[in-house]
């Protein structure tokens, strides 16, 4: 059994780390609003974008002459798999549920004979893939800042445009955790290039007939390498509000598991330190008694 002396180490300890826990937990409650309000913000400029791109795809009929990110490359033996985790942990399942949906992707493309690669957004993610697909990491992208802007989506995209340019995949494929609420968080996989469109609806706005200038194929050309850095803006944007929605209910466990923690070695405490109190008692009167 351990010492009195133990246990109110051990109490001074579990009561410093609920302090902690509960300090990370009022933090991510802080960040977790203006990350929150940030990817509402950016949802339906990401929806409308796709939604146009995929209207004036549909009236492409020559895909020959149709840009290359629309169609790819015509194959589907490479992939390049764009993994966007966190930087940090201490977040719960954030970033192993982002990692499992990227290993199933990986496993089952391998089965079928095909050739992946991976481009590491986030350090945690890398932590994880490279115990088993090292070789298969083409690049690790860290994001270490305060506030995430267009710009930091720009140089991924960048970097995907110059791989698909240099023809070293033909399909990618965005993974990320889409924000749902502070405890619904939905892995995700965002195939980006060539892009994947929602049927468009087949009702009155269906049969209108849009006259476009320049042309289409030169809208494409514009906005097709514009809609990777918009996506994965977005998914930046929701993997932030979801890794604080994550960690603020994390810390709210470990906070309560703490402060159960500290209950019960109260009690065990306060009964050891009652028994060897009692101990002593008995100690002194036997020896008055025998003198």
Not at 218 to 231: F, G, H, T, Y
């Amino acid at each position: 059994m351990a010492s009195l002396k133990d246990m109110r180490v051990r109490l001074a300890s579990t009561k410093a780390t609920q302090k902690i826990t509960k300090a990370m937990q009022m933090v991510a409650a802080s960040k977790l609003r203006r990350a929150q309000a940030a990817v509402e913000a950016a949802r339906p400029y990401a929806e409308r974008m796709e939604k146009v791109l995929g209207n004036i795809a549909s009236t492409v009929t020559d895909v020959a002459s149709a840009p290359k990110l629309l169609g790819g490359t015509g194959q589907d033996q490479v992939h390049l798999l764009v993994v966007c985790t966190a930087e940090r942990g201490l977040c719960g399942a954030f970033n192993s549920s982002i990692v499992r949906l990227a290993r199933e992707k990986i496993n089952s493309l391998q089965a079928a004979g095909k050739t992946v690669k991976i481009l590491c957004v986030g350090r945690k993610g890398y932590d994880q893939l490279r115990r088993q697909y090292e070789k298969q990491i083409v690049e690790l992208i860290e994001l270490r800042v305060k506030t995430l802007g267009f710009e930091h989506a720009a140089l991924v995209s960048k970097k995907i445009d110059e791989l698909f340019e240099a023809g070293q995949f033909d399909v990618c494929t965005i993974f990320f955790s889409r924000f749902k609420s502070v405890i619904s968080q939905i892995p995700t996989a965002l195939q980006v290039i060539p892009p994947v469109f929602e049927k468009t609806d087949t009702g009155a706005e269906a049969n209108v007939s849009y006259e476009y200038e320049p042309d289409e194929l030169d809208i494409l050309a514009e906005l097709l390498p514009r809609n990777i850095a918009v996506q994965l803006f977005r998914a930046l944007l929701e993997n932030a509000a979801s890794e604080q929605g994550a960690r603020m209910t994390a810390m709210d466990n470990a906070t309560r598991n703490a402060g159960e923690m500290i209950s019960k070695l109260t009690i065990t405490y306060n009964r050891s330190r009652q028994a060897t109190i009692t101990k002593e008692l008995i100690e002194i009167i036997s020896g008055a008694e025998a003198v």
